[in-house]
């Protein structure tokens, strides 16, 4: 069984400031870990994904997270926020086996961006 | 290239009546997936397609709901009849290839509510 804890279904940030968005797992099978970002009005986008590559992770719009195993974390960072990043983020978990291809995701997070 | 796209965008149902929901995959995908997201709970693992195959069934939450892939193109997604705790946004995913590391590309979702 795998499951995903998203500590903080709420976090703000001022602009400009570091966002830490955090992601817990836990996994039977080694994992391979997605970030999805949601704004408004529109579909899941794949932020970033660890695939037993690297262990840090770079994405799109700056973000970047680090896996870490021994601490079952999969933390989602970005150094300076802007206001474009207000959305809800989601942490996933698929197990790397073949033939179980389902994601299982976190509650989500919604960020909010003070200006 | 066109994302994948869901039809309708919204839907009102009365408890009881029948309700339909499409999912147009991106082109020469043969893997397409349903999630549910229940208000203010996490995303959840409905089914997965591969071309016109279920290839796994186990998040289907009971037999009122029944998914079909004629043509391994678009899918249904049939909710007969409808209870209140059927309500939730329901999203479509396709990926061109099978296996855990590929990445699953979302529609907008279809939001239903149930009175």
């Known amino acids: 069984a795998q499951s995903v804890t998203q500590l903080g279904s709420h976090v703000s940030v001022s602009e400009g400031a570091l966002v830490l968005l955090r992601c817990n797992y836990s996994?039977?099978?080694?994992?391979?870990l997605f970030w999805y970002v949601q704004y408004p009005n529109q579909g899941l986008q794949l932020l970033l994904k660890y695939t037993s590559a690297a262990t840090l992770v770079k994405g799109i719009n700056g973000f970047e997270a680090e896996f870490k195993k021994s601490e079952t974390s999969f933390h989602l960072t970005k150094p300076s926020a802007h206001m474009s990043d207000a959305a809800e983020y989601f942490c996933a978990v698929r197990r790397s086996n073949f033939g179980n291809e389902k994601l299982t995701f976190g509650t989500g997070t919604r960020l909010t961006i003070i200006p | 290239e066109a994302g994948v796209t869901q039809f309708p965008s919204h839907s009102v149902i009365e408890k009881g009546q029948t309700v339909t929901l499409r999912c147009d995959p991106i082109?020469?995908?043969?893997?397409l997936y349903w999630y549910r997201r229940v208000m203010g709970k996490e995303i959840k693992f409905l089914l997965h397609f591969v071309k016109e195959s279920k290839q796994d069934e186990s998040g289907m939450p009971n037999n009122r709901f029944l998914a079909e892939r004629t043509g391994g193109t678009y899918s249904t997604l049939k909710v007969q009849p409808a209870e209140l705790e059927d309500s939730g946004v329901y999203f479509c995913?396709?990926?061109?290839?099978?296996?855990?590391?590929?990445?699953?590309?979302f529609g907008p979702g279809t939001r239903l509510t149930v009175t």
């Open positions: 996994s039977s099978v080694p994992p391979y």
């Open positions: 082109s020469g995908h043969d893997n």
């Open positions: 995913a396709s990926s061109q290839l099978s296996g855990s590391a590929y990445e699953q590309y």
